[in-house]
Nanobody
Framework: QVHLVESGGGLVQAGGSLRLSCAAS????????MGWYRQAPGKQRELVAV???????NYADSVKGRFTISRDNANNEGYLQMNSLKPEDTAVYYC?????????????????WGQGTQVTVSS
């Protein structure tokens, strides 16, 4: 089994910064793509940023130029650096990963979610 654990959320004033981390543990062979999503109260979960195994990144228009996604393949970790935060960035942030894992004598590929971490930006 594979587990994703996010950390780094919290309360910050508008204009401030936070860095989220996502650590994958368990029977991980490799992480293919890793993404960050967020869900604000009363809204649907939305993609914030994604990074492929090769390092290609993609961002939601609302965070371009402010957020940076990165990853540490050796340690199966991912990060979301969030700068110039706005009140509208307030949400629960979720890590998502497409993972190739050990499965019996072979491997399997599954998608996993973390439990989420709250980010609150005050005005």
């Amino acid at each position: 089994q594979v587990h994703l654990v996010e950390s780094g959320g919290g309360l910050v004033q508008a204009g401030g910064s936070l860095r989220l981390s996502c650590a994958a543990s368990g029977s991980v062979i490799s992480i293919n793509s890793m993404g960050w999503y967020r869900q604000a109260p009363g809204k649907q979960r939305e993609l914030v940023a994604v990074i492929t195994s090769g390092g290609t990144t993609n961002y939601a228009d609302s965070v371009k130029g402010r957020f940076t996604i990165s990853r540490d393949n050796a340690n199966n970790e991912g990060y979301l650096q969030m700068n110039s935060l706005k009140p509208e960035d307030t949400a629960v942030y979720y890590c998502n990963a497409d993972v190739t894992r050990q499965w019996f004598s072979g491997s399997a590929r599954n998608n996993y979610w973390g439990q989420g971490t709250q980010v609150t930006v005050s005005s």
